[in-house]
């Protein structure tokens, strides 16, 4: 079993900026492919950003694309999504998830942390 921890939310303007951080433990974690996904009010949780086990392998949805960066680091068992240029749109509570297989991080992953709610102002 993952255990997913996130931290970093907060209350931002538009054009600003913030770093969520995902603490993994319970796993190798090496293992796992790592995604973020979002859910805005009213709306179905999706897709934001997923990196490989080696981290050089990087995947964005359309609308973060050029915005948002994803990163991990398999010493301290911690994965990133830097938030930039950030729109009242991207408001939502930010998902950290895990999965064995790139595949399915992209679309069902298997672990799922509680979440940390981002919402940007105009």
């Known amino acids: 079993q993952v255990q997913l921890v996130e931290s970093g939310g907060g209350l931002v303007q538009a054009g600003g900026s913030l770093r969520l951080s995902c603490a993994a433990s319970?796993?190798?974690?090496?293992?796992?492919?790592m995604g973020w996904f979002r859910q805005a009010p009213g709306k179905e949780r999706e897709f934001v950003a997923a990196?490989?086990?080696?981290?050089?392998?990087?995947y964005y949805a359309g609308s973060v694309k050029g915005r948002f960066t994803i990163s991990r680091d398999n010493a301290r068992n911690m994965v990133y999504l830097q938030l930039s240029r950030l729109k009242p749109e991207d408001t939502a509570v930010y998902y950290c998830?895990?999965?064995?297989?790139?595949?399915?991080?992209?679309?069902?992953?298997?672990?799922w942390g509680q979440g940390t709610q981002v919402t940007v102002s105009s």
């Open positions: 998830a895990a999965d064995p297989s790139i595949s399915m991080i992209t679309r069902a992953p298997a672990y």
């Open positions: 319970g796993g190798t974690f090496r293992g796992y492919a």
């Open positions: 990196i490989g086990w080696s981290g050089i392998d990087t």
